[in-house]
């Protein structure tokens, strides 16, 4: 807000995250003025919630050799963190609204629904110019395939063009020689990623100091452990 830019770029490099997160993400990017675009960098990967962020852009761009695809929602445990099956009544339950999500941010932004519903239901088949996906099988792409021009008028699938950098990118949004500002992760943030990934093994090393304290007469360390 204090900056005011002319436009806001997203340099995503990510194997995805929660949909709440992306959510609050999505939310903070409506919430910037109507003249302040943004535009989304995929370098190189943008799976899942990267992938739903992007289509939350006014405009996509593409690395050399990256990727956008790959949006269904799956369920972690969260003791330990891996991919929980998903009952198939509670399946679609999961999908509807991601899908609901993302048509309605291709409708917004004017990026193509059926690629953005084929990331994210395995049940929707594609078929577009040179690239098509069957039933079964979620849509992720390449650069070469998100740039590819689709007939009758040529526009591209997805992305708007492969650039090596942001810096070779501006021109292409009409801010040649604009300053680049960049907003890095600061060591606060990344602390709290760890605590957060250890927040599991957190929670056992304190049932069990709890555990130690009630069978210790008085309250000591490990109570206030």
Same mark, same amino acid.
């Given at each position: 807000?204090?900056?005011?830019?002319?436009?806001? #770029? !997203?340099? $995503?490099? &990510?194997? *995805?995250?929660?949909?709440?997160?992306?959510?609050? /993400?999505?939310q903070? %990017?409506r919430? +910037?003025?109507a003249?302040?675009?943004?535009?989304?960098?995929v370098?190189?990967?943008?799976?899942?919630?990267?992938? #739903? !962020?992007? $289509?939350? &852009?006014? *405009?996509?761009?593409?690395?050399?050799?990256?990727? /956008?695809?790959?949006? %269904?929602?799956? +369920?972690?445990?969260?003791?330990?963190?891996?991919?929980?099956?998903?009952?198939?009544?509670?399946?679609?339950?999961? #999908?509807?609204?991601?899908?609901?999500?993302?048509?309605?941010?291709a409708?917004?932004?004017?990026?193509n629904?059926?690629?953005?519903?084929?990331?994210?239901?395995?049940?929707?088949?594609?078929?577009?110019?040179?690239?098509?996906?069957?039933p079964?099988?979620?849509?992720?792409?390449?650069?070469?395939?998100?740039?590819?021009?689709?007939?009758?008028?040529g526009?591209?699938?997805?992305?708007?063009?492969?650039?090596?950098?942001?810096?070779?990118?501006?021109?292409?949004?009409?801010?040649a020689?604009?300053?680049v500002?960049?907003f890095?992760?600061?060591g606060?943030?990344?602390?709290?990623?760890w605590?957060?990934?250890?927040?599991?093994?957190?929670?056992?090393?304190?049932?069990?100091a709890?555990?130690?304290?009630?069978?210790?007469?008085?309250?000591?360390?490990?109570?206030?452990?």
């Amino acid at each position: 807000e204090r900056t005011r830019p002319n436009a806001v #770029i !997203l340099d $995503l490099d &990510t194997p *995805g995250g929660r949909l709440a997160e992306t959510r609050e /993400i999505l939310q903070w %990017l409506r919430s +910037l003025p109507a003249e302040t675009p943004v535009y989304a960098y995929v370098n190189p990967d943008a799976y899942s919630a990267g992938a #739903i !962020l992007c $289509l939350g &852009t006014q *405009g996509i761009f593409m690395s050399p050799g990256s990727n /956008i695809g790959d949006a %269904l929602p799956i +369920l972690i445990n969260p003791m330990s963190g891996n991919v929980q099956a998903v009952p198939d009544d509670i399946k679609e339950k999961m #999908i509807s609204p991601t899908r609901a999500l993302v048509r309605g941010l291709a409708q917004e932004n004017g990026h193509n629904v059926e690629i953005a519903e084929a990331m994210v239901d395995p049940d929707v088949e594609v078929a577009i110019g040179p690239v098509s996906c069957p039933p079964g099988k979620l849509l992720t792409l390449t650069a070469q395939e998100a740039t590819a021009p689709v007939p009758p008028d040529g526009k591209p699938l997805l992305a708007r063009a492969v650039v090596d950098s942001i810096e070779a990118l501006l021109p292409l949004v009409d801010l040649a020689g604009a300053r680049v500002r960049r907003f890095e992760e600061v060591g606060a943030e990344r602390l709290a990623r760890w605590i957060t990934g250890l927040g599991p093994l957190l929670f056992g090393l304190a049932i069990l100091a709890l555990v130690i304290e009630f069978k210790t007469p008085g309250f000591g360390f490990f109570g206030i452990t």
